[in-house]
């Protein structure tokens, strides 16, 4: 493969001059991603308020966080090697005052549908922003001990937005409105833009492909329509037609886009970096350590608010020790690769990983927040060894020209694996919820409305045992409650399974060391 070298495209004092300035510029960088990072735990905290105020149903959650995922998934791609093709700088800037704005939106949304427009609009801001944040790194840091330094910075401060943004959303809700989770992003979105001006140093690739917007349509559109079918299940019902047309459909469009991509001349996803073992395995064992985190952190914070009763700001409390740990080992995830290797430290976090949900898989009505704990320290400290090893693995196969598309990779297998695990953790915790539900209710024929507010949500029938009082208010709370946590112990039992089986891909599969470090090029 040829390499193919980066112009810098402002003048050399910003960022292409002295160490001070490169760490400068990084600081810049992970200041402003912070708030991509920030929103997913700020909104995990809000998900049993929106029940509350908008009556959102489980399945309409699963939209609301997933339609930022899927925008930010469908479009990394293409931003990716639009950052590369069109400045890095110009890209990440356009894309942090998007976010800005989107947030500002979702704000003040007057309804689930539209919340869910602008959830899709932030994960458009947050697609330019990501992939063009690690690629200006990866270019600005040539020497490879740097440059693991410099993404373990990067994946430090992912961390601590997961870390601060349980607490921020809870002190936030305990004084504001639901809408404060989201307007909060905006001065972090206005300082970014005048600092990256100021501070980033500007870099393209000049031969870089042209956009490849075909494949992007159908990326999104597969993507879509499988997601769509995963979540609509619970309520359509599994072997539906129609959930099983747009599953089908959508894992055709998926194989469309793989024939697409191979046969263009220009790509957005080069597929010959899969034939590369240290990007592909990297890749899938990000993915499937997200799959597990984000499908749990989307059931814990309902199960702290809605079953063990604790407040919103109580609740980002108890979720600070997952994200803390996570942003205190990802530093250490690259000293511990040079020591024991990228193979042994991806395949312990992802068993780590798979250990965490099993333990919070056995929790049951009479659990309490200490016997949770264990497996939420489990789940912090698997994906903390996890993403920075896999992350300087995969970055470490591609050469200084591909950064933009190579770290829109990493990021779609964080955004994918994250979708796919509020997708099927929540969908396997509503269908066994309402399984559990459906017979005892059916002799009391409720309303058509207030049935669905029952069976949609937890937070829906804890609504109605209070409307209720007296005996039957206790017993469909109760009935409520061990519903809802059984459903909790299949879908974390299905991730652990998960993260069992890409532990054994990493083992097997994912080489220990590099062939070789890429030579850093001059300029």
Excluded at 12 to 31: D, E, F, I, K, Q
Excluded at 78 to 84: E, L, M, P, R
Excluded at 458 to 483: H, M, P, Y
């Amino acid at each position: 493969m040829t390499y193919v070298q980066d112009i810098p495209q402002a003048a050399p004092a910003p960022g292409a001059g002295g160490g001070r300035s490169r760490w400068t510029a990084l600081v810049v960088l992970c200041v402003s991603l912070l708030i991509v990072t920030l929103d997913n735990t700020i909104l995990n905290v809000a998900l049993p308020t929106l029940v509350k105020e908008l009556g959102a149903t489980t399945t309409q959650l699963q939209w609301i966080v997933d339609a930022y995922a899927l925008a930010f998934a469908g479009l990394m791609l293409v931003a990716g090697s639009g950052a590369d093709r069109f400045g890095r700088r110009r890209v990440f800037t356009t894309g942090l005052a998007v976010f800005g704005a989107a947030s500002a939106w979702a704000a003040y949304s007057g309804s689930v549908g539209m919340l869910i427009a602008a959830r899709a609009g932030m994960g458009v801001g947050a697609a330019m922003m990501m992939p063009a944040t690690l690629s200006i790194i990866t270019d600005v840091f040539r020497d490879p001990g740097e440059r693991r330094r410099a993404i373990g910075v990067w994946a430090a401060t992912s961390g601590l937005g997961i870390a601060i943004g349980p607490v921020a959303g809870g002190l936030l809700l305990e004084h504001f409105w639901w809408g404060s989770v989201f307007w909060v992003n905006i001065p972090f979105a206005l300082a970014g833009l005048v600092c990256a001006r100021l501070l980033v140093p500007e870099s393209r690739n000049p031969a870089a492909l042209r956009p490849d917007p075909v494949g992007s349509v159908l990326s999104i559109a597969g993507l879509g329509m499988l997601l769509w079918s995963i979540i609509e299940a619970p309520v359509r019902g599994w072997s539906s037609a129609l959930v099983l047309g747009a599953g089908g459909a959508g894992l055709a469009v998926l194989v469309c886009f793989g024939l697409w991509e191979r046969a263009s001349s220009h790509p957005m996803l080069n597929l010959r970096f899969f034939a590369e073992r240290r990007f592909s395995f990297a890749t899938s064992s990000v993915a499937l350590a997200m799959f597990g985190l984000f499908g749990a952190l989307f059931v814990l914070t309902q199960y702290l608010q809605f079953s063990l009763d604790y407040s919103a700001l109580a609740t980002g409390v108890r979720i600070l020790p997952v994200a803390g740990l996570l942003a205190l080992v990802a530093p250490l995830s690259p000293v511990l690769v040079r020591a024991a290797g990228t193979k042994a430290v991806v395949g312990t976090g992802l068993l780590v990983v798979s250990g965490g949900l099993w333990q919070l898989s056995r929790a049951d009505v009479s659990s309490t927040y200490g016997d949770v704990l264990v497996g939420m320290l489990l789940l912090g400290l698997g994906a903390g060894l996890v993403v920075p090893a896999a992350l300087d693995s995969l970055m470490g196969t591609l050469p200084p020209g591909d950064t933009g598309v190579g770290s829109a990779s990493n990021g779609v297998s964080v955004q994918l694996g994250g979708a796919l695990g509020v997708a099927v953790i929540g969908s396997l915790l509503t269908t066994r919820y309402q399984d559990r539900m459906g017979p005892p209710l059916a002799p009391y024929h409720l309303p058509r409305g207030l049935s669905d507010s029952v069976l949609g949500s937890l937070g829906g029938a804890l609504e109605l045992a209070g409307r209720v009082g007296g005996t039957s208010g206790r017993l469909l709370a109760a009935l409520a409650r061990s519903a809802f946590v059984s459903g909790m112990g299949l879908g974390l039992t299905v991730g652990a399974a998960v993260a069992a089986c890409g532990a054994a891909l990493a083992f097997a599969a994912l080489p220990s060391r590099p062939p070789a470090e890429h030579p850093a090029p001059e300029r």
